[in-house]
């Protein structure tokens, strides 16, 4: 069974940065797709960025398009989210979520269709204050 544990996140200043983790076990296959959705209070979950194993290829949304860098750590099955000039309206938490399929998650990021991902973790508040 696949098991995503994220990491970071907390509290910062607009402008700041953080990085989020996640930590995945149980894949069945070095082909799959990870990466973050993220859930502002009375908002649709929406994508963020994901990576593909084992090529690297990446999918960013334009929100996080020249601010977030997804990268992974070879061999040790972690993902990691930097996140740099950080506002107000990133606040909201952020999963870490994956797929036996890169196309199938970065397309759920895509066309805004969460449900349709396979795996996911527990979340991480970010917050950014103004």
């Known amino acids: 069974e696949v098991q995503l544990v994220e990491s970071g996140g907390g509290q910062v200043q607009a402008g700041g940065s953080l990085r989020l983790s996640c930590a995945a076990s149980?894949?069945?296959?070095?082909?799959?797709?990870i990466g973050w959705f993220r859930q502002a209070p009375g908002k649709e979950r929406e994508g963020v960025a994901s990576?593909?194993?084992?090529?690297?290829?990446?999918y960013y949304a334009g929100s996080a398009l020249g601010r977030f860098t997804i990268s992974s750590v070879n061999g040790k099955n972690m993902v990691s989210l930097q996140m740099n000039s950080l506002k107000p309206e990133d606040t909201a938490v952020y999963y870490c979520?994956?797929?036996?399929?890169?196309?199938?998650?970065?397309?759920?990021?895509?066309?805004?269709?969460?449900?349709?991902?396979?795996?996911w973790g527990q979340g991480t508040q970010v917050t950014v204050s103004s």
């Open positions: 979520a994956a797929d036996p399929s890169f196309s199938d998650l970065s397309y759920a990021q895509v066309m805004g269709v969460p449900h349709r991902v396979d795996y």
């Open positions: 990576i593909s194993s084992p090529d690297g290829s990446t």
């Open positions: 149980g894949f069945a296959s070095e082909y799959y797709g």
